[in-house]
């Protein structure tokens, strides 16, 4: 369900992000930190990193959860018309996400 919530303007983007990730934690997949960057075409990447201790990793879960995960995030900077997201992409460490 859509939220509207408040974030500090200089910081918005990650705040917005640590609200989403904290709406949709899973207690069997860690995320241990992820990193925002949006080039000036609009292409927003967010890489994460789970944390070695994690009991399942991204390509074990399941399509639902993909979706939640993910879908959510990607609603979220694409919503934001100050971002001006046109498109959004997952990485881990750098390594595209396949979705």
């Known amino acids: ?35 925002v960057t949006v080039n000036p075409q609009g292409l927003a990447t967010v890489d994460f990193r789970l944390s070695p201790s994690s009991p399942r990793h991204f390509a074990s879960l399941s399509s639902c959860e993909k979706f939640a995960l993910f879908g959510s995030v990607r609603q979220t900077l694409m919503s934001n018309r100050q971002w001006q997201i046109q498109e959004v992409r997952f990485t881990e460490q750098g390594a595209d996400l396949v979705l």
């Not at 408040?6 to 934690?25: N, P």
């Open 1 to 35: 369900m859509p939220e509207t919530v408040t974030v500090d303007l200089q910081d918005g983007m990650e705040e917005a992000i640590a609200q989403v990730l904290k709406k949709s934690a899973r207690a069997d997949i860690a995320i241990a930190g992820y990193q």
